[in-house]
């Protein structure tokens, strides 16, 4: 109930080209969404969020796409550049007690 | 800066010494983690302290100890680890349980 799901585990993507990561939860009473970018040797920093009031927020090249009713919300990543490999993480709160990260996505995006 | 400030940044120790790990908020925040990551593997949960007062302890083995001072500081002393504690140990802090979380940029620790 607690877990939040993400896929996939690793990705390869060309220079320009768009990344997708996907993420999946069971908890209903969750309702803030962030993604979360880690670079080697770094702490994770918060790099966009959503409500679910909203289907989608956009910030630069990075979009949050979110469906309610399946439970699901992605990161997509417009345009990638070598500076965006890192792992990324998804999480879910209910602003609460709970705070629940994904297990994460290693990004390599090739020059 | 991240305003969440961890010290050593790196560590080494062999399995019968005693150190302790730091960190320090300038944020505000009244909740502070501490995580243990491992290579593939995801972030793992250890410790939840919100306002001074531990409110989780994910089945942590009793050689991790955990300290919180007062809202700005946290602590965890290390004795007895294992080669399998070896890990890069983050520490995180939020406006209070459950809200985003602002990380630090680990220690690195390796058990010798």
């Known amino acids: 109930q607690q877990q939040v799901k993400q896929s996939p585990q690793s990705l390869i993507v060309q220079k320009g080209g768009i990344s997708i990561i996907n993420c999946a939860y069971e908890?209903?009473?969750?309702?803030?969404f962030p993604w979360y970018q880690q670079f080697p040797g770094k702490g994770p920093a918060l790099l966009i969020a959503?409500?679910?009031?909203?289907s989608e927020k956009k910030e630069g090249r990075f979009t949050i796409s979110f469906n309610k009713s399946a439970k699901q919300f992605s990161l997509h990543i417009m345009d990638s550049q070598p500076g965006d490999s890192a792992t990324y993480f998804c999480?879910?709160?209910?602003?609460?007690?709970?705070?629940?990260f994904g297990p994460g996505t290693r990004l390599s995006v090739l020059p | 800066e991240t305003g969440v400030t961890q010290t050593p940044r790196h560590l080494v120790m062999g399995m019968t010494n005693k150190k302790s790990l730091k960190c320090e908020q300038h944020?505000?925040?009244?909740?502070m983690y501490w995580y243990k990551q491992s290579a593939k593997k995801p972030l793992e949960l250890m410790f939840v302290y919100n306002f001074k007062e531990q409110t989780e302890n994910n089945s942590v083995p009793s050689r991790f100890s955990p300290e919180c001072p007062n809202s700005s500081h946290l602590f965890l002393h290390l004795h007895t680890l294992q080669p399998e504690d070896s890990a890069l140990y983050l520490c995180?802090?939020?406006?209070?349980?459950?809200?985003?979380?602002?990380f630090g940029d680990g220690t690195r620790l390796s058990i010798l």
């Open positions: 944020l505000g925040h009244n909740a």
């Open positions: 995180a802090s939020s406006l209070s349980s459950g809200q985003p979380q602002h």
């Open positions: 959503i409500r679910p009031d909203v």
């Open positions: 999480a879910a709160s209910d602003y609460g007690q709970n705070f629940v």
């Open positions: 908890n209903t009473a969750f309702d803030y």
